[in-house]
């Protein structure tokens, strides 16, 4: 199994990533022997990937980190890097490689400070393998004056240091930062080569690794989560039922109370996982003393984590409403594709009935105005309007077509 495998769909940018990790080893062997280096390579010191959600961004990033890590004896024999077997792949992969730096945020945003740090570990020399690696997996999530810090990083990079940025689209990263990164795009993998890899990686049953890959629409980790979490399955049932409640005001304004209610819980249960532990771990380490009570000075910190774990519920409320706001997206578009005769197969099969019903009591441009309606309440919610105004003027809309 090579550090591609997980790679779906993506052949064209799994062969340019390939080419580039050849020439990477290749140039580190010759630095090595004290041989010069060649001067047409494939490879650079910061890359782009930018894709849909669910496209495999950040999987690419990491593979291709496994592949300029790779120390398999292989090598030599001519083979490729990215062996997936190797100590550096492997560590590389399960993200315990001490010079490769996964950064993902369950924050808002990314900060100066964090941005700082990054930058000052990209001028380290790498410690035990070929190449010092940043992967930034929300690059679209740095703020203006983070983004900055990070430009000047990647215009004047450290010799064995590579930055490898994660964002859904070019217009989600500064133009400063973009121009000097060669940029790959990933494309929404088939259903078909989804459900393969459920079938074969995680042993799904063939029928149920299908509809999950084909509601989902090719998105990866969340037709897995469909396929295996029965609560996932529940809540999603429970918005596809959406559509047909909002005959009425009050099941409009019910519709949306559920749904701001259900994000507003799936927040709740990550902080009962991760703030109580977080807080605790904390408090040990300022040296809290026996009853609770803290040390003088340590009020800012927990101050500070206070706040970091608000930013994240806030986050994780947010991003269960645009799982929710998507779901309602792809049932409108399943009506679309009935009342437009195509022949494209549905995504949410399951639930026919209800897409045959709304598709024959309601005309295409009422159709494309319920989409619209979907569109405009993510973008509120983008612009931090109160989560429940959103939906409730969303499910309105919804009723008025």
């Known amino acids: 199994m090579t550090v591609w495998d997980d790679l779906v769909g993506q052949d064209r940018v799994q062969e340019q990533l390939a080419a580039a990790a050849r020439d990477a080893d290749a140039q580190v062997t010759a630095v090595s022997a004290g041989e010069p280096v060649a001067d047409a390579s494939k490879m650079t010191h910061a890359w782009l990937f930018t894709g849909p959600p669910g496209s495999g961004r950040s999987t690419a990033a990491r593979a291709f980190a496994a592949a300029l890590q790779c120390v398999s004896p292989d090598r030599a024999l001519g083979g490729q890097p990215g062996c997936g077997f190797c100590d550096g792949c492997h560590t590389t992969l399960v993200g315990t490689h001490a010079d490769v730096e996964i950064v993902r945020t369950d924050l808002l945003s990314i900060g100066v400070k964090e941005t700082r740090d990054l930058v000052r570990r990209a001028q380290l020399s790498p410690a035990v393998g070929r190449w010092q690696v940043i992967v930034l997996e929300d690059a679209d999530r740095l703020t203006e004056g983070a983004g900055n810090v990070l430009l000047k990083a990647v215009e004047e990079p450290a010799p064995r240091t590579v930055w490898l940025l994660c964002a859904p689209s070019l217009e989600d990263v500064l133009p400063t930062i973009r121009s000097r990164c060669r940029h790959l795009t990933l494309r929404t993998p088939p259903v078909e080569a989804v459900a393969d890899v459920l079938i074969r990686r995680d042993g799904i049953p063939p029928e149920t690794a299908l509809a999950a890959a084909r509601a989902t629409q090719g998105h990866i980790g969340r037709a897995r989560r469909l396929a295996t979490d029965d609560r996932a399955r529940a809540r999603r049932a429970a918005v596809l039922k959406v559509p047909l409640r909002v ?121 494309l105005r319920r989409i619209e309606a979907v569109l405009a309440c993510r973008e509120a919610l983008d612009r931090n309007v109160a989560p429940l105004l959103a939906v409730e003027a969303m499910t309105l809309a919804l009723r008025a077509g």
């Open 247 to 367: 005959e009425d005001v009050g099941g409009c304004l019910k519709a949306a109370q559920e749904l701001v209610d259900t994000a507003a819980e799936d927040a709740k249960e990550l902080a009962e996982e991760v703030d109580v532990k977080e807080t605790e771990d904390l408090k040990a380490a300022l040296g809290a003393q026996a009853g609770g009570r803290m040390p003088r000075g340590t009020a800012g910190a927990m101050k500070e984590l206070e706040d970091r774990q608000k930013r994240r519920k806030t986050r994780t409320q947010r991003d269960s409403l645009d799982l929710a706001l998507t779901e309602l997206t792809g049932f409108y578009r399943d009506v679309l594709a009935l009342q437009l005769g195509s022949r494209i197969a549905l995504a949410n099969e399951e639930v026919r009935d209800a897409v045959d019903r709304i598709a024959r009591g309601s005309a295409p441009e009422g159709t």
